[in-house]
């Protein structure tokens, strides 16, 4: 069972901003990108960021230039933490943000066991 734990949302104006963390065991992005999903009410998980091993970024273009991805290692901890930094905000935004691998488990894997529970980021307008 994989141990994701993701905190840092909350309710927030349009325009504002947060800071999302995701803590990990160090083995699970050791040599797999980490990413940062959303699923917003009656939609499909959508990848927003994901960050490689050795530091390549991408992110979905609703995002680009207001969201920065990064990851902190604690090799001494054997724990990663992965943020996100989410600047102007958009009501658009409003979703349960979660991190996990990219690509992500497939979806036939139980869904309980291999992601946490996700942190809502609800933005309003």
């Known amino acids: 069972q994989v141990q994701l734990v993701e905190s840092g949302g909350g309710l927030v104006q349009a325009g504002g901003s947060l800071r999302l963390s995701c803590a990990a065991p160090g083995s699970i992005f050791r040599l797999n990108s980490a990413a940062w999903y959303r699923q917003a009410p009656g939609m499909r998980r959508e990848m927003v960021a994901s960050?490689?091993?050795?530091?390549?970024?991408?992110?979905?273009?609703s995002v680009k230039g207001r969201f920065t991805i990064s990851i902190a290692r604690d090799n001494a901890m054997s724990m990663n933490t992965v943020y996100l930094h989410m600047n102007g905000l958009k009501p658009e935004d409003t979703a349960v943000y979660s991190c996990?691998?990219?690509?992500?488990?497939?979806?036939?894997?139980?869904?309980?066991?291999?992601w946490g529970q996700g942190t809502q980021v609800t933005v309003s307008s």
């Open positions: 960050i490689s091993p050795d530091g390549w970024t991408k992110y979905a273009d």
């Open positions: 996990n691998t990219d690509p992500p488990p497939p979806d036939t894997w139980p869904q309980h066991e291999y």
